[in-house]
């Protein structure tokens, strides 16, 4: 994962955004005594202009610090309190505010969010005295970056309510929100979220662990091997917050990877994937069969946000929480997809020349030239041998990838051409050396001709169409 989406990540931890912002200076004016009736009154009411939080009745506390007043808010339906503190400078002539919140559901993180937003919005709360008086809170203007922090905070937290709602006859108990949120957890939000209302999912990652306990349901035997592959292994629950969510019969694909096993002490197996092309396909069966359902439930669930939310938020609701591809990712994602397709034949060395924006912006274009490993000349039968493969931006996901066969017919013609030339030398042929290498490798059978590669090709394409169709079963 990249370090531009670890920081988008870490944005739910970047709290608060709001500290020792300036305020307007009626709250610490002589004339208007705001200390002085704070202290004579005690704990104080705060209304909002928001008609979504005005249907919330926020308790109060009240401490004073010298010139600090810290005003506590708490709604014991959701779980919400908040801290309004309010600093005088020096010289009494002015002063900041500071908000801090604390979420601990998932309803809890929604008001806590609107109240940022009210603050970013300057349609600030008003702090309303026993006696009738009103004090405005207004605060200075927001950068752009804080209100990107305060959005994505906000489809976090509207992403885990559609899930709670869709789940919530498969939930015990409400999900509880931790004190901090990982990347690898917003990836899983993410994941469940677009699962559930698309069926299949594709998506990064580095890396997949998870625990079989007996009886198994997968041959562990089958796992252990060092040499890439794809793999494929079937869950029912999925685990977010320390909560298994059973999400139906979910199958992984991971195209091309690692596999190792340990064994727990309770004994358990983990089962760890390296994905050395970082992608992880996800095929959520119950949901697939049941999408015009799952469709409608998030229309119904837009809808209710257009009459809670603000419309600049409700457009952003269902877009991925995860920054897009980097360059570096999409040339490792497009090396990945090749060395995955060409297991067929001997594999020269990759390179990637360049990797650029597509015209449309929605994808990388990353041009790759072919080497021999063993006569180090570019090959193809014009000599050179360069391919494009286009990234999304957004998924991580190739597409439109020129045919396989054409790429392993372009490797054959490499050694093809490598085969020609040791005819004419009597020194020990790289070819050969290949052809031991492979056949002690058990991939393909000895050959010195386009027809009995072709025929190899043929078998080896067979073993690996049985492979994968008793992977699946």
């Not at 955004?17 to 005594?33: A, D, T, Y």
């Not at 397709?341 to 650029?356: L, T």
């Not at 050396?433 to 090709?457: F, P």
Request: with cysteine.
């Amino acid at each position: 994962m990249s370090t531009e989406q670890i920081q988008i990540g870490d944005i739910y931890n970047n709290m608060p955004i709001l500290s020792n912002v300036g305020i307007n200076s009626e709250f610490f004016s002589r004339e208007n005594n705001f200390i002085g009736e704070i202290k004579a009154q005690g704990p104080i009411p705060i209304r909002f202009s928001d008609p979504y939080l005005q249907a919330y009745i926020f308790t109060a506390e009240i401490e004073i610090e010298s010139n600090d007043i810290v005003l506590k808010y708490v709604d014991k339906d959701s779980g919400l309190d908040f801290k309004i503190k309010l600093s005088m400078s020096e010289d009494g002539s002015g002063g900041t505010v500071s908000l801090v919140t604390s979420e601990p559901t998932i309803q809890a993180g929604i008001l806590s969010t609107r109240l940022w937003y009210l603050f970013i919005s300057n349609k600030c709360p008003v702090i309303l005295l026993k006696d009738g008086k009103a004090y405005n809170l207004t605060v200075n203007s927001y950068t752009e970056e804080q209100r990107k922090k305060l959005f994505y905070r906000a489809k976090v937290f509207r992403k885990l309510q559609f899930i709670e709602e869709c789940l919530k006859d498969k939930l015990k108990d409400k999900l509880v929100l931790p004190k901090t949120i990982s990347s690898n957890d917003i990836a899983l939000i993410d994941t469940i979220f677009r699962g559930i209302t698309r069926g299949k999912v594709d998506t990064l990652g580095t890396s997949f662990s998870t625990k079989k306990y007996p009886p198994f349901d997968i041959d562990p035997h089958k796992f252990i091997s060092v040499l890439p592959r794809a793999y494929a292994i079937s869950l029912n629950t999925m685990s977010l917050f320390d909560c298994d969510l059973s999400v139906g019969k979910i199958d992984m694909i991971f195209p091309y990877a690692t596999a190792s096993l340990q064994e727990e002490k309770d004994g358990a197996i983990e089962l760890t994937f390296r994905l050395l092309n970082e992608q992880i396909k996800f095929h959520f069966s119950e949901y697939s069969n049941n999408l015009a359902e799952y469709y409608d439930k998030l229309e119904s669930f837009k809808k209710k946000l257009v009459i809670e939310e603000p419309q600049e938020l409700v457009e952003l609701t269902t877009e991925p929480l995860l920054g897009d591809v980097s360059s570096i990712e999409a040339s490792e994602i497009a090396v990945g997809w090749l060395l995955a397709q060409i297991r067929n034949v001997p594999c020269p060395a990759i390179k990637v020349e360049r990797s650029e924006i597509d015209k449309l912006g929605k994808c990388w274009k990353i041009d790759i030239l072919l080497e021999n490993n063993n006569l180090g000349e570019s090959i193809i039968t014009s000599r050179t041998f360069r391919l494009s493969l286009y990234v999304e931006r957004l998924t991580g996901k190739v597409i439109n990838p020129i045919p396989v066969m054409d790429i392993e017919k372009a490797i054959i013609n490499l050694y093809l051409i490598e085969d020609k030339r040791e005819q004419q030398t009597p020194k020990p042929s790289n070819g050969k050396m290949l052809v031991e290498a492979l056949t002690k490798a058990g991939l393909i059978g000895m050959w010195k001709n386009r027809t009995d590669i072709t025929n190899s090709l043929e078998f080896a394409r067979k073993l690996r169409t049985e492979a994968e169709i008793r992977g699946n079963n």
